[in-house]
């Protein structure tokens, strides 16, 4: 099928499906669902974090779609779970719920948050074998710098958030089983903690930093509404970098537990081709299974 815009016929919502080129019946599919940040769109997430590029070579379903509200700025809220939800149903009935090997959310910023948000729903609490985190809230402490929303001025309350403002530093611990994945520039964070609640709670072991993930090609986007008057923390242009990643090891179930740090970024900077597939490789190598066991 390739890339199409599909459609939510129950509310009648469009979004982006990725699939591989050279589909074949019945074969295992890893499933992202991969929510924008505030004040963003799918495309733009669709860029930002481009899985659909390597839907070929690991076997990858993305769908992407745009959240319904707009004002004060788009947002994912609670009135937009229903089109989440029918997403799903539509990859799990499209391809055959015996196919989708493991789910994953994915979400950069609010995005993030909202995918945390989700997980404390029994349906996606039974379905979701990962949550990748893009910048949107590390499961543990995590402190961001005073100049983390300079560029963009005083955010708006959203419901649903302890602590009102929309500010994706630490995550509310998931009652559910999952691999947890966190992306992060390097400037939009003070430090990075060396140790994981997430990777306690799983038994697993130290902290390991594997070989530096190095990418010559820049991202596909960035905030061009503020290109000339942000700053490194929000984000700057697209550039060629580094990645530093760190997992912890033989976590309980095999579970997927890392943290990766991309060195002179910032929010908004697109990923990189290598890191993107880094993160990917992680995802497609976690346990995955739930989707099978939903009767």
Known sequence: ??????????????????????????????????????????????????????????????????????????????????????????????YGKDTIAAFWLVGHSQGGMTANRLLGEDFFRNRVDGWLSLSGGRIGPIELPASFFVPVGPLPRLPGFPGATARPGGAVMPDCDISFIFA??????????????WADKYEAGPRVRLPDVVDEQPGQIYDTLREGRSNSAWG?????????????????????I????????????????????????????????????IG
């Open 184 to 197: 992060t520039g390097e400037h939009e964070i003070v430090a990075l903690p060396d140790t994981s609640p």
């Open 1 to 94: 099928m390739g890339s199409i815009s599909a459609v939510d016929e129950k509310l009648r919502r469009k979004f982006y499906v990725d699939d591989p080129d050279d589909l074949r019946p019945g074969e295992k599919l890893v499933f992202l669902l991969s929510l924008h940040g505030g004040g963003s769109v799918g495309a733009w997430q669709r860029a930002y974090f481009p899985a659909y590029q390597y839907k070929e070579k690991y076997r990858l379903v993305v769908a992407t779609p745009s959240s319904a509200t707009k004002e004060p700025m788009r947002r994912w809220v609670a009135a937009d779970d229903d089109h989440l939800r029918n997403i799903v149903d539509y990859v799990f009935g499209k």
């Open 236 to 256: 700057l242009l697209p550039r060629p970098g580094v990645a530093r990643v760190y997992v912890y090891p033989n976590a309980r179930g095999g579970r997927a």
């Open 258 to 293: 890392a943290d990766v740090v991309r060195l002179d970024k910032g929010h908004t900077e697109g990923l990189e081709p290598r890191v993107t597939e880094e993160l990917i490789k992680m995802m497609v190598a976690a346990p995955g299974g739930k989707a099978q066991q």
